[in-house]
Nanobody, 123 residues
Framework: QVQLVESGGDLVQPGGSLRLSCAAS????????MGWFRQAPGQQRELVAS????????NYADSVKGRFTISRDNAKNTVSLQMDSLKPEDTAVYYC????????????????WGQGTQVTVSL
């Protein structure tokens, strides 16, 4: 019973910036990792960026490296994606993801997804 709520999606001009945020709530003992995926019309969902909540190790898609920055707040169970120098090809629905453990005494948990937030980069 983990819920993810995304915010920050908007219409922005090429070269502009957006910041996406995602908050996890519910039955959470520990979140192992969080990240962002995106899916453009007619395309498969792809990983944009991920971060481990403990070590803070990050991973980025080659297409966004140097432009996007992922960060997390362990105390708040949130993750953010700062998107700079946005391009039209960044247009997609962005989905928040997390891998979480629900209980301290068991390994119950798994992968969870947000509803998605629309990012449109256009003039």
């Amino acid at each position: 019973q983990v819920q993810l709520v995304e915010s920050g999606g908007d219409l922005v001009q090429p070269g502009g910036s957006l910041r996406l945020s995602c908050a996890a709530s519910g039955r959470i003992y520990r979140i192992n990792a969080m990240g962002w995926f995106r899916q453009a019309p007619g395309q498969q969902r792809e990983l944009v960026a991920s971060i481990t909540m403990g070590p803070g190790a990050t991973n980025y898609a080659d297409s966004v490296k140097g432009r996007f920055t992922i960060s997390r707040d362990n105390a708040k169970n949130t993750v953010s994606l700062q998107m700079d120098s946005l391009k039209p090809e960044d247009t997609a629905v962005y989905y928040c993801y997390c891998n979480a453990r629900e209980f301290a005494w068991s390994g119950a948990g798994g992968d969870y997804w947000g509803q998605g937030t629309q990012v449109t980069v256009s003039l």
